[in-house]
């Protein structure tokens, strides 16, 4: 993609994930909403509600409102990922907090074989933080008030897209109009990019065993950091983030959920087993 056109110039989709957890692999997305723009207009929007592979806790259910009756005969991610992909084609995705949007819908793309997007990702958090000033802090909704902007209902996956629109298109508009896309990506300081987020197949053995672990709800064990006695955990999920990739796990030693940054981690091996129980949320 020619990232030196002014940035009015591009087709951008804003878009958002209500899940059914905090991490990706572990955790699945319960709603998908996006919303197409096009030089001041809305061109298109999806929104669908999908069925998670396990039920939902009380905790995460009073975060976003959609209940697991809500979603007993919503469609499994498999039957709409192409769906999202086509959505997203020949356009540029942003959302509020984009990688964790960006690893959930990963973790899919790879799952049901569908190849990753070219185009790169904006983040209106990344953006907001630099350039909308004056604010109490940067979540999607004390922007939107701070922007005058109606946010609809927090927490639900087509509102939260058109949030994160109107605050993207804020922060181009503020740049100037003849600020390109790479002065955009600059401007929020870190590349964004699908296939850097590969989980399911990737190379990296810590990851594969995280993932093994992850999917089995058994234990790892491994090495961590400087020490020389193995640990055990029961990971979560495996979260690739621009500042470190990690795990998310509940130790079996501490009794506690933790993190833990994979390039610290050596020696990983799957426990196998019966599925633990992990306190919820």
């Known amino acids: 993609m020619n990232l030196d056109l002014p940035w009015n110039e591009y087709t951008y989709t804003a878009f958002d994930t209500e899940t059914s957890g905090a991490w990706p692999v572990g955790c699945d997305v319960v709603e998908f909403g996006a919303v197409k723009w096009f030089q001041g207009q809305e061109i298109g929007r999806l929104q669908f509600l999908l069925k998670p592979r396990r039920p939902m806790s009380a905790f995460i259910i009073g975060i976003h409102g959609i209940t ?16 999202i992909a086509e959505f997203f084609k020949g356009t540029v995705p942003m959302a509020h907090h984009a990688p964790f949007d960006m690893g959930f819908i990963a973790v899919d793309f790879e799952a049901n074989q569908v190849g990753f997007p070219v185009e790169p990702v904006l983040c209106t958090s990344l953006l907001a933080r630099k350039l909308i000033h004056g604010v109490e802090n940067h979540k999607l909704q004390t922007l939107v008030k701070f922007l005058g902007v109606d946010g609809g209902s927090a927490h639900r996956a087509l509102d939260d897209a058109r949030s994160c629109l109107a605050v993207g298109v804020k922060c ?24 850097d987020y590969t989980v399911l197949h990737n190379n990296n053995a810590t990851i594969r065993a995280v993932v093994e672990a992850t999917r089995a709800g058994v234990p790892l064990e491994f090495l961590y950091d400087k020490a020389t006695t193995p640990r055990q955990a029961v990971p979560l999920g495996v979260v690739r983030n621009p500042d470190g990739d990690f795990m998310q796990a509940y130790c079996l030693r501490d009794r506690s959920k933790k993190r833990f940054y994979l390039g610290k981690m050596r ?15």
């Open 172 to 195: 181009m508009q503020t740049m100037g109009e003849k600020a390109t896309l790479r002065d955009v990506i600059a401007m929020q300081g870190k590349n964004l990019r699908w296939a």
């Open 267 to 281: 020696e990983a091996v799957v426990i196998p087993g019966k599925p633990w129980e992990i306190p919820q949320d």
């Open 68 to 83: 697991n009756e809500m979603v007993a005969d919503a469609p499994a991610m498999p039957g709409k990922i192409r769906e």
